[in-house]
């Protein structure tokens, strides 16, 4: 669904009366002077946003699981369903279904944070730490949704390039925006992002808890911009964000080995997840296109590439026993992805969006890239094996031997948490499915200069916007 056509929708259920009887007032419509009345109806709205997060469209699949999907660290199983067969083959065209909900989920969201911004201060007996706390988290989310639409829809990820990136929408309206550039997409993402922080230190409570991190807090908000600038290859913001986010170490930091696996079945919040999206019974199941615990359906399997890696069980790296599993009452002696089981086995549980890994191998590959820094990229990457590899001893590297272990690493550590496919694009590498693909039932192969690591604009939006209709990514 387009971008115009999600604000129609909410606009014409926003003012719906009857044109005929202008003298009545409606009693069952919303119109834009009685859809908030209070400062309960913001805070809802608020709840509403974030919810999005696990639509389909997003945590659910599109920036989920759906990047090992398309990647190599998945092999799929003859009980697949196929219902992702021409994303897993890199078979899409613009009319897809899946990428249209991806297109339009994001969208959807941003219109939300806009109609949200645009009502925050009309009702003047509120706190101003009340509006800092709502507008800081709206402001986040609008730019990392503006983000994520670029990961997959812009035609590059460099800081200033002047290729397109995706229509930026600061306003709830019927306007029908060009595609800005990706310079442009950044800059604005980057403004959301130092305006939330800086709104998040004057708020009248605190967004989270020590057991609740559910919300994206200014902890968060760092995290989010250690992610954004180093896709950006600013290393220099890379390495101060994520820096920000490991001196909170009296919140966060590392989980230890023995915690490690209690993460995934929501125990060990506070030591290691920066934000996670909860879900709850009737949302889904988080990895259940992968590994469907309900009805014990393996849709696709861990890639004997990928599992070589961990070199289990000569080495003992926790990660192995906790995302793979081959003792499970339903499949004995079979390996499964068993990282989302949850604490019932039904696969009912949080999705991490953020978490302590992620934000040592950013500054680590930041700063190895940065240039003169390897002794200290050395340093977080020899911390983080510490702490998932049982009796680990450090080992020296340097340049682009250390480079190579710092992505090796994050293959192994972010394992089905949205990364790999955006991994492969950003450092410019092909696809090399391992010997359990069989050709030419699954595709084996991509080029790293393939047009198809950019997605396509949604036809739907095509049609409807007639100033995108001509910029469309090439090959579609």
Known sequence: MSISKYIVAFIGALIMSCS???????????????????????????????????????????????????????????????????????????????????????????NDCN???????????TKTGQRNRLRSQTLAIRALAHFDLLRYFGQSYDRNSTELGVPIKTESNLDKPQR????????????????????????????????????IDIIGADAILARVAYYAKDYATAISSATAVINNSNQLGLATFADFPSIWSDDAIANEVIWYVKFFPGDGYVGGDVYFAVNDRVSFKPSQNLLSLYNYPTTKDVRYTSYFSSTTTKRPGQLIVSKYLGLAGDGLTNWKALRMGEIYLIRAEALARAGGNDPAALTDLNKLRSQRILGYTPIVFSGQALLTEISLERRKELFLEGHRWFDLRRTGQGITRGGDCKAPATACSLASNSFRFVWPIPQDEMKANPNIATQQNAGY
């Open 180 to 215: 800005n550039t990706i310079k442009e997409v950044y800059d604005q993402v980057y403004a959301d992002l130092t305006q939330a922080k800086t709104l998040m230190g004057s708020m009248d409570q605190s967004i989270n808890t020590s057991s609740d991190r559910s919300r």
């Open 20 to 110: 005929n009887f202008t003298d009545i007032q409606p009693t069952h419509s919303l119109t834009p002077n009685n859809a908030f009345k209070t400062m309960s109806d913001i805070e809802l709205h608020l709840n509403g946003i974030y919810s999005g997060f696990q639509s389909t469209g997003y945590y659910a699949l599109a920036f989920g699981t759906l990047p090992d999907i398309m990647s190599d660290n998945l092999a799929e199983n003859v009980e697949s369903l196929g219902s992702y067969r021409t994303l897993a083959d890199w078979l899409y065209v613009s009319n897809d279904g899946t990428i249209s909900g991806v297109w339009a989920t994001p969208y959807n969201m941003i």
């Open 115 to 125: 109609i949200l911004l645009s009502n925050v201060d009309k009702f003047k007996e």
